[in-house]
Structure formats: C-alpha cells, structure tokens
C-alpha cells in the first residue's frame, strides 16, 4: 500500500494568515501527466468535502483561496487569508493505485 | 442536486453481518459516468477505504478486509449496499458512502453524511 504522510499534524493560525500543509507519499502517484493526488477538508461532525484532485484542480465550487502544488512524491496545500469557516481538518489521498489510501490528516485551529 | 444518505443500524454485536445502505438522489445510480464507494473513518485507523462499485456492477474491495466485503448494487431504488460479516469492535467507525467519476474510480468527489456503527454486544 502506498503510505501518505502529512506535516504538521497541527498547527494553529490567524485569520487573515496564509497556511501551507504538506504531504509525501510513499512512492510516486503519476501516471504521464496526471497526478492522482486529491486534498479533503473536514469539519467536526460532518463529511469530508473535496476540495482539489489531481493535485491542482480545484473541485467545483471551492473558491480559488485553497491551492494545491506538488509532484511525484511530495505535495502541499496553501489556504490564503484564513477565515474563521476555513478552521478544520485537512486531509490528503492518492487514488493512483488500490487500495486508495489517505494521510494523517492536519488539524488548523484558531491562535 | 446531488444526495447520498447512509441508512442502517447503529449497533451490531460482534461476529454479526454490518448491513448498510446509501441511498441516493439527484442522479441515476446506474449511470455510466460514475462509481459507487464506502470509506469508513475511526479514531483508531483513520479514513480507510472499504470498497467500490461501478454502473456494470464490478466491484474492488480493499484486501485488508480479508473477503468480509460484499457491495452491491439496486438501480431499481437507485441505491448500493455495504455488507461486512464477523464485525468486531474493530469495525466501529463512522461509515461513508461517496461517489467517484469512471475516470478516477478511488476520487470521492460528494460524500454522504456519514452513519456511526458501533459493535458491541
């Protein structure tokens, strides 16, 4: 299985701030030109949502603050000028090969 | 628009069959643009993928489920099922129904609410 990792596990912000959240994956997850790396966000007792795949696609309907870089096996997620709404769990998984596998996740709370 | 609710029992003893079901909305079930999935999330191991199920009925189930899977399919109440047997407290967890495009059948871009299964006798 291909292990993702992410760093920080936590870190705490301020609105207005700029945040950036990596993740390495255990081996590479790009096949030609696609990369099948996607990034999640997840509020306490809801879903997680979709918020970029192919590491650098926005999801429909996510606003253009969230951004995603990043290939082979290294990849980050910057959210600019945090909102109070923006304040979650951020999560990445590769959906190159099976079993589709998740990271750790990366918990942003209020300074 | 687009809707996935997960339905079924909240408890079930250990050794027992998790019987789920994801009912959805907004959209055929037996489109061709699309996948079914089940993910399950614990505190313990995280967002772990169960398996999926595409519009032709084939199905990929994550082996470290060790063959308790079985996802299935009913276009005719447009919803898909999840059954786990011989569950134990290792099974408890929030469990996730989602959808995928064809292209990328492990993306899960809309995902149901989420139903806690507790195992516990």
Do not use: H
């Not at chain 1, 291909?2 to 390495?24: E, F, K, N």
């Amino acid at each position: 299985d291909i292990q993702m990792t992410q760093s920080p596990s936590s870190l705490s912000a301020s609105v207005g701030d700029r945040v950036t959240i990596t993740c390495r994956a255990s081996q590479g997850i790009s096949q030609g030109i696609t990369t099948y790396l996607a990034w999640f966000q997840q509020k306490p007792g809801k879903a997680p949502k979709s918020l970029i795949y192919a590491a650098s696609s926005l999801q429909s309907g996510v606003p253009s603050k969230f951004s995603g870089n990043g290939s082979g096996t290294d990849f980050t997620l910057t959210i600019s000028n945090l909102q109070p709404e923006d304040f979650a769990t951020y999560y990445c998984q590769q959906y190159n090969s099976s079993p589709p596998t998740f990271g750790g996740g990366t918990k942003v709370e209020i300074k | 628009q687009l809707q996935l609710q997960e339905s079924g029992p909240g408890l079930v003893k250990p050794s027992e069959t998790l019987s789920l079901t994801c009912t959805v909305s907004g959209t055929s079930i037996s489109s061709n643009s699309y996948c079914w999935g089940w993910i399950r999330q614990s505190p313990g191991k995280g967002l772990e993928w169960i398996g999926t199920i595409s519009y032709s009925g084939i199905t990929y189930y994550n082996p470290s489920l060790k063959g308790r899977v079985t996802i299935s399919v009913d276009t005719s109440k447009n919803q898909f099922s999840l059954k786990l047997s011989s569950v134990s407290a290792a099974d408890t967890a929030v469990y996730y129904c989602a959808r995928s495009p064809i292209g990328a059948r492990y993306y899960f871009e809309y995902w149901g609410q989420g139903t806690l299964v507790t195992v516990s006798s």
